[in-house]
């Protein structure tokens, strides 16, 4: 069962047809989640941005980057506090860029605190200031074309994101891009169907690889092996549910792929370091 008000899956547009959001908040926000990309940024006072199990303090001119489907809260620890939200729904490049060009490029913002660079601070000189003033002011004049200039503006944003806050970036947009594009397939497979069995051997006949190759690809690309890869996945989503849902734990360890629960609470505590009901526990205390 969903906590009330605790899930958000479409955009706050005054407008449904344009593919992003922007508004002004200044109260907090529970946990909750979406299928989009949302960018943060604080104007006045002192905000306590949530993400996952982390706290991130957000003053004036600080910026903070949450992915899809990541369980995240707010909370204004001053009175006149105020934050700017985008949010962007993947299909926002899609009229000037194919799909497969624009997941190659998302899929780097993936949930893990290792792959991007979570908050910026912001200054008068920066290119995101002018670009935030810029969104702000076409957002509330909203002169002739204004939906075209602000997607423009959120368009270099994102580039921005992906030349800058890319802590592994010269590995995947270098030498390395061939290799993630070939891996493409097995990782939309796997997005797709984490919470099932799925063969290693399976993954690699996908791309016409032999298993020893397939290994050492995939370990080279996601740094991760194909086993710890998939429990990540799974971590991930059980980390979100036990945020935004009143499931039990022993559901939630079915739901994310577990059939064995007490070997869903070691993975889990070998990955977090607690145990699923003090992660529940320790993110609801954190917003009392």
Not at 217 to 245: C, D, H, P, Q
């Amino acid at each position: 069962m969903y906590l009330e008000n605790s899930i958000t899956n479409s955009l706050h547009s005054e407008d449904s047809q344009l593919p992003f959001s922007v508004f002004f908040y200044h109260t907090n926000s529970s946990w909750h989640w979406h299928e989009f990309l949302e960018l943060i940024y604080c104007l006045k006072g002192v905000y306590q941005i949530w993400v996952n199990d982390s706290c991130i303090p957000c003053m004036p001119g600080d910026f903070v980057i949450i992915d899809a489907r990541e369980p995240h809260a707010t909370k204004a620890m001053e009175p006149d506090s105020e934050i700017m939200v985008i949010q962007v729904e993947s299909n926002t490049f899609s009229l000037t860029f194919t799909e497969s060009m624009i997941s190659r490029y998302h899929h780097y913002f993936d949930s893990s605190p290792s792959n991007f660079q979570r908050k910026i601070q912001i200054t008068e000189n920066d290119v995101l200031y002018h670009l935030f003033g810029d969104l702000k002011n076409e957002f509330v004049q909203k002169e002739v074309a204004f939906e075209l200039s602000m997607k423009a503006d959120i368009e270099k944003i994102y580039v921005y994101l992906l030349r800058n806050c890319q802590i592994r970036q010269p590995k995947i947009f270098g030498t390395q891009l061939k290799d993630l594009i070939r891996l493409q397939p097995v990782l939309d497979f796997i997005e797709m169907n984490y919470r099932k069995t799925i063969r290693q051997k399976e993954m690699a006949q996908l791309i016409f690889l032999s298993g020893a190759s397939f290994c050492r690809l995939f370990k080279r690309v996601m740094g991760k092996t194909f086993s710890e890869y998939i429990n990540a996945l799974r971590i991930r989503e059980a980390k979100r549910l036990l945020l935004v849902t009143n499931e039990k734990i022993i559901n939630i360890s079915t739901t994310v792929g577990y059939d064995n629960v007490t070997y869903f609470n070691k993975v889990f505590l070998r990955e977090c370091g607690l145990s699923p009901g003090s992660y529940r526990k320790n993110a609801f205390s954190a917003l009392s």
